[in-house]
């Protein structure tokens, strides 16, 4: 039987399906641990586990855990239930959601495991603090309203008034484009906003290193949407550039220990335009801003780290 894996994700296959058409697969290739990414695919590891009988660990990042379970179109309320009852260990993208697993009911043993950074593709190349009235801002991300760029658009005029030569570059795309363009029309910076569309890596790469401060101004939604463990802070963070961050999820937690208290209140464009302006203004501290968030990279997010730690779970529960 073949089987569309996005169509099993959206609902449109039973996980019944998907267990019959890899079981016979995955028995020959004998595993010795399943490790299920998502919480998601808990139908789908549950049955699976149960048949082969070995190990098996799982990674929750955030709306898996915050949105998933409890929006009943997707008709899974339960299915974490079964689900914990046969993970060895959970890891976790931040102690945010850890504690939101921990509601959920898991009492195994779980440990953060936060989303990583491939620091050969970013590599250290901090700039000069801004001056002269001009300060670059850079904002990378999907263009909805849960990353909150309306925020930052409305945090401009704040800005302006102590950078006057201030611009935004906006990286991605989105359902929301249109809607925040006409935004900064009716707040007249369109002048100082280029939406440039989706770009690749190393074009990220390129938009950081000539920017002074990376903005996530990431909201809280209704529905319980929130940030896991931003990924864009930690790359920017390693090329050494400040990033100023609102509080969604475990996005405070990307912060280094020492500027974690920096980050703000969601859906706050007065707070956040304050930030911007306290942390470009910062220049006497600039280098060391920039020498501290790259080593906070190296330390907690480089891949090569997390990998290890994965397997040494890995090792143990086989």
């Known amino acids: 039987t073949r089987v569309r894996v996005a169509d099993l994700l959206r609902g449109r296959t039973r996980s019944a399906h998907f267990v019959e058409a890899v079981l016979d697969p995955l028995r020959r290739a004998e595993p010795e641990l399943l490790h299920a990414h998502f919480g998601w695919t808990a139908p789908i590891a549950t049955r699976l586990q149960r048949q082969l009988r070995v190990p098996m660990v799982a990674t929750f990042?955030?709306?898996d855990v915050t949105v998933w379970p409890t929006?009943?179109?997707?008709?899974r309320r339960n299915s974490y239930d079964?689900?914990?009852?046969?993970?060895?260990?959970?890891?976790v993208v931040s102690e945010y959601i850890g504690e939101v697993v921990r509601n959920l009911g898991y009492r195994g043993t779980m440990e953060v495991l936060p989303a990583g950074v491939q620091l050969a593709r970013f590599p250290y190349s901090p700039g000069e603090a801004p001056r002269d009235g001009v300060l670059r801002l850079l904002y990378v991300?999907?263009?909805?309203?849960?990353?909150?760029?309306?925020v930052l658009l409305r945090a401009l005029p704040t800005v302006v008034e102590a950078f006057p030569d201030t611009s935004l570059e906006v990286v991605g795309a989105g359902v929301e484009e249109r809607q925040f363009q006409e935004l900064a029309e009716?707040?007249?910076?369109?002048?100082?906003?280029?939406?440039?569309?989706?770009q690749s890596a190393d074009a990220i790469f390129e938009a950081m290193t000539r920017s002074h401060v990376l903005v996530l101004p990431?909201?809280?939604?209704?529905?319980?949407?929130?940030?896991?463990?931003?990924?864009?802070?930690?790359?920017a963070m390693a090329v050494g550039v400040p990033v100023v961050a609102a509080r969604s999820g475990g996005s405070a937690e990307v912060l280094p220990?020492?500027?974690?208290?920096?980050?703000?209140?969601?859906?706050?464009?007065?707070?956040?335009g304050d930030r911007v302006v306290a942390v470009a203004s910062s220049s006497q501290t600039w280098e060391e801003r920039s020498r501290i968030g790259r080593q906070w990279v190296v330390e907690?997010?480089?891949?090569?780290?997390?990998?290890?730690?994965?397997?040494?779970?890995?090792?143990?529960?086989?």
């Open 218 to 235: 990431s909201r809280v939604m209704p529905n319980g949407e929130v940030e896991g463990s931003p990924v864009i802070m930690k790359e």
């Open 82 to 91: 079964a689900f914990f009852d046969v993970l060895s260990h959970a890891f």
């Open 141 to 150: 991300g999907r263009l909805t309203l849960r990353k909150g760029l309306d």
């Open 61 to 63: 990042h955030a709306t």
């Open 300 to 318: 907690q997010y480089d891949w090569e780290r997390l990998g290890a730690r994965t397997a040494a779970v890995y090792s143990r529960l086989t």
């Open 257 to 272: 220990p020492a500027y974690r208290d920096e980050a703000v209140p969601a859906d706050d464009s007065m707070a956040l």
């Open 71 to 75: 929006e009943s179109r997707y008709g």
């Open 186 to 198: 009716s707040l007249g910076v369109e002048h100082r906003v280029r939406f440039v569309g989706p």
